[in-house]
Antibody, heavy 119, light 110 residues
Framework: EVQLVESGGGLVQPGGSLRLSCAVS????????IDWVRQAPGKGLEWVGR??????????GYAASVKGRFTISIDDSINSLYLQMNSLKTEDTAVYYC??????????WGQGTLVTVSS | QSALTQPPSASGSPGQSVTISCTGT?????????VSWYQQHPGKAPKLIIY???KRPSGVPDRFSGSKSGNTASLTVSGLQAEDEADYYC??????????FGTGTKVTVL
């Protein structure tokens, strides 16, 4: 069974940092692209960033709104993906999902983890 | 890159059909056949219901159908049922391994 499980959310002050984790199981981690998608309270989905697969060098890409502040990393020895978030702003408050990308569609999603940026 | 444009709301009575549009540009919706649609119930993660414009994943009822013309994609839900009441989002490949989401449409079953 394919599973993605996010963790690491919480309350952080503006300007602070937080690292989210996404643990995956049920598929070969190194074969797939995995993305981060977020959803602010009462708002729509926003693509945050992605890592490609091992064959393409685990290349990362980011939305303009987070580029330079957020960094995606992977540890394929434990089938995990991370989202390091620095210089957090109140507008980064959202539920953060990791999702498996399969030919440019997200076929499996995690349950999400809530990040609240507030003083 | 801006979000794809969807109507904020749509509604229909049980058994009726509702169609949701998703408008982008030639750099995303119009340029690739990688349009997907997601259904999201309150407090839940999105669920893939249409991919590559008109294909349905296993287990998704054939009441859900998708199409595309130019820079606009559409999702039609036929034979509306109470459980179809949810938020719906389109998504499109936009080049350079990037993806865009639509603004979302709340479907209400009257």
């Amino acid at each position: 069974e394919v599973q993605l499980v996010e963790s690491g959310g919480g309350l952080v002050q503006p300007g602070g940092s937080l690292r989210l984790s996404c643990a995956v199981s049920g598929f070969t981690f190194s074969d797939q692209y995995i993305d981060w998608v977020r959803q602010a309270p009462g708002k729509g989905l926003e693509w945050v960033g992605r890592t490609t697969n091992k064959a393409t060098g685990y290349t990362t890409g980011y939305a303009a709104s987070v580029k330079g502040r957020f960094t995606i990393s992977i540890d394929d020895s434990i089938n995990s993906l991370y989202l390091q978030m620095n210089s957090l702003k109140t507008e980064d408050t959202a539920v953060y999902y990791c999702a498996r990308r399969n030919y440019n569609r997200f076929d499996y999603w995690g349950q999400g983890t809530l990040v609240t940026v507030s003083s | 890159q801006s979000a794809l444009t969807q109507p904020p709301s749509a509604s229909g009575s049980p058994g009726q059909s509702v169609t949701i549009s998703c408008t982008g540009t030639s750099s995303d919706v119009g340029g690739y056949d990688y349009v997907s649609w997601y259904q999201q119930h309150p407090g839940k993660a999105p669920k893939l219901i249409i991919y590559e414009v008109s294909k349905r994943p296993s287990g998704v009822p054939d009441r859900f159908s998708g199409s595309k013309s130019g820079n606009t994609a559409s999702l039609t839900v036929s034979g509306l049922q109470a459980e179809d009441e949810a938020d719906y989002y389109c998504s499109s490949y936009a080049g350079s391994s990037n993806l865009l989401f639509g603004t979302g449409t709340k479907v209400t079953v009257l």
